[in-house]
């Protein structure tokens, strides 16, 4: 389960490091390369975003990136087969990014079962509150998946606490207002955002949205347990290609 | 945990997290002032002072001698500031921005109505204003950004996507997750999380509300039929809901574009094209391939083209209680001929779908029956589109001259 591998893993580094990528961007072929990469370079865990044409809640690089995998004409049933052969290839947990469209029309309990099937072993489903997704969390929790909810600077104590107790895996903390890939300030302002997502959950906390440096991820150790780099990657794939990842995710993960 | 804002299966609040206490904050508001008299009070004599309401009702006399069946009663939404619908829901929500304390407002638009509309509310009342327009909108629909810019407020065209609507939704979207505090979203039609579907009909129901005062007071009955538009659906909720518990059979007309066979059209009620799906916010019928992306959708008019429909008309077309119809790009073309010769009267493209199916109905009714056609708009300020779709050579040559002058 995911919760024990971040345990185990959390008892040889401070902190675990959680990539991002859109399947079939640029292109199919390259995001599998880019999955190999990351791997390689040491990423404890990876997202793999399926693409939507509605990306609500992204920033203007990874919406970029779905708008030009689907002019790929890339497939949802394409990246489920890809994802597949990854969890098979590599032993780090994969999860699945996406809107809750695409598991909707796939048919909510068969994308579900599939996810077991293929070994993928949650999910961040950032448009389905717990409120939406009795089916989803009822499911994921029959098929040993885990939901994973999302904390935002304006999320109550109170709300924590209930998107805590539907979730599992471990909370994606949101550090700022706003869309993936803008600048995030490290400061004590998250400091004691991350000390009250803390007390109101017992699951590991990750923390995603502006993490772009090596200092930024030095600056959470001791406070998440996860940090999570997204749209810098593809930045730096966009302007310097895929060595230039791979010394990037290996400086990040040292 | 409770699922709100449902009609039916329809609707719901699929947001982000970032995005939940805003909406609370919203829903505590709206709740507040529903209930409110005062507040309706308050908002129905801004509409009188500074907009044009009541609008007539206005008996279409040869029209209805014309096609020689109903008797055919136009709502003038024409009539209305800013020359459509849309005020109505702006300013109230604009009521609310006060309310809340906020001192920005953004909003999507995709013929522009409702982004001349905010514009115009924020002038008023003194806010910053930003309005959200696809690309594509802003080349087809130029003199309502340039009204938008004198008017004070920011236009950004949205280069993402198929640069239309939705596409203007999800940037308005993006500048809220980042802004709430001090910015309101002003959503302009009755789709998206709850509550904006109950509170854009909400504030439409002073449509609906006055024209079943008048056709009682005009003609001592209520009407047969009622005919609107429909894009996302908030002119229709608006003079259907006031006669939802009448014996009074409502119609809603999509944009049938080239025609539903073609694929080429945006009709999401009643096309085989469209299917259940999440996206904006809401659950209602969309125009979505088998994986759940969207597709492209096509119309004359800019105000119609939109992906989703307002989860209230998804539920009430289930419940059979309003019947929907398509009308072409080339129907409506034909109907603004007819309408402007015989009545004097310029509707939107929008609003002249309506007229289509209204036209296709009266002759085969009685003449004492009823029917009325809401009028959301106007579309002499459409001129650049309404020209464009006329084929009118004169005018043709006469924006050739113009063009000459500006090189010159």
């Known amino acids: 389960m995911l919760k024990q591998y971040i345990a185990e893993k959390l008892k040889q580094k401070d902190i675990l490091l959680m990539t991002h990528i859109v399947l079939g961007y640029p292109n199919m072929e390259a995001s599998i390369q880019l999955i190999d990469i990351m791997v390689e370079a040491g990423v404890d865990l990876m997202e793999l975003q399926i693409p939507f044409s509605e990306p609500i809640a992204d920033g203007p690089i990874i919406l970029k990136a779905n708008q030009k995998a689907l002019e790929n004409n890339v497939t949802v049933k394409e990246c489920l087969e890809k994802a597949a052969e990854m969890t098979v290839k590599h032993s780090i947990p994969f999860l699945y990014m996406s809107y809750f469209n695409i598991l909707y029309k796939y048919g909510l309990q068969a994308f579900i079962e599939k996810m077991s099937a293929d070994n993928i072993q949650g999910a961040i489903v950032p448009d389905l509150p717990p409120e939406e997704g009795t089916d989803y969390i009822q499911w994921m929790k029959e098929n040993k998946r885990a939901p994973i909810f999302i904390y935002s600077p304006n999320t109550s104590n109170e709300r924590m606490r209930v998107l805590s107790s539907h979730g599992d895996g471990f909370i994606y903390c949101v550090a700022r207002k706003g869309v993936t890939g803008k600048k995030t300030q490290f400061s004590s302002e998250i400091d004691d955002y991350l000390k009250r997502c803390r007390n109101t959950t017992s699951l590991p906390l990750a923390l995603g949205f502006g993490v772009k440096e090596k200092s930024d991820i030095d600056f959470l150790k001791g406070k998440a347990d996860i940090a999570v780099v997204g749209s810098e990657t593809i930045k730096i794939m966009n302007e310097k290609g895929f060595n230039a990842v791979a010394d990037f995710i290996s400086n990040l993960s040292a | ?408």
């Open chain 2, 1 to 408: 945990m409770t699922k709100k804002g449902y009609f039916g299966e329809f609707g719901g609040a699929f947001l982000p997290e970032i995005l939940v206490a805003t909406f609370e904050e919203l829903e505590r508001e709206f709740t507040a002032i529903k209930s409110d008299t005062e507040f309706w009070n308050l908002y129905q004599s801004l509409m009188s002072n500074y907009s044009c309401r009541p609008t007539p009702l206005t008996y279409a006399e040869n029209l209805t001698q014309h096609l020689g069946g109903a008797r055919i009663f136009i709502k003038r939404e024409d009539l209305n500031h800013t020359g459509a619908h849309k005020l109505n829901n702006v300013m109230g929500q604009g009521l609310m921005v006060k309310r809340m304390g906020k001192g920005r407002v953004i909003a999507e638009t995709g013929a522009g109505q409702h982004g001349v509309a905010t514009a115009t509310m924020a002038a008023k009342f003194g806010f910053k204003c930003t309005i959200y327009m696809g690309e594509t909108d802003v080349i087809r629909q130029r003199p309502n950004v340039f009204w938008m810019n004198r008017l004070g407020a920011e236009v950004v065209p949205v280069t993402d996507g198929t640069r239309i609507l939705k596409d203007a939704i999800n940037e308005a979207f993006r500048d809220w997750v980042s802004n709430m505090d001090d910015t309101h979203y002003v959503l302009g039609t009755a789709c998206g999380p709850h509550p904006f579907p109950e509170m854009v009909t909400f504030f439409q129901s002073i449509i609906g509300k006055e024209a079943r005062k008048q056709v009682l007071d005009q003609t001592g009955k209520l009407p047969d039929r009622i005919f609107a538009c429909v894009g996302g659906g908030s002119n229709a909720m608006g003079i259907f809901s006031g006669f939802l518990e009448d014996p009074v059979e409502l119609i809603g007309v999509e944009a049938g574009g080239k025609g539903l066979s073609t694929h080429h059209h945006a009709s999401r009620l009643c096309s085989d094209d469209a299917s259940l799906g999440v996206a904006q916010g809401y659950k209602t019928f969309f125009l979505q391939n088998d994986e759940g992306q969207m597709n492209e959708t096509h119309s004359i008019a800019a105000g119609l083209d939109y992906v989703g429909v307002s989860p209230v008309l998804s539920h009430l077309r289930e419940c059979k209680r309003v019947r929907f119809s398509a009308a072409t790009d080339e129907e409506v073309i034909e109907v603004m001929k007819l309408t402007m010769q015989k009545e004097g009267i310029i509707p939107a493209l929008e609003s002249a779908h309506a007229f289509v199916q209204a036209f296709k109905e009266a002759p085969q009714m009685s003449q004492d029956q009823i029917i009325i056609i809401n009028q959301s708009g106007r579309g002499d300020k459409d001129i650049f589109t309404i020209a464009d779709a006329f084929q009118d050579p004169d005018w043709n040559q006469f924006i050739i001259n113009k063009a000459e002058q500006y090189h010159a």
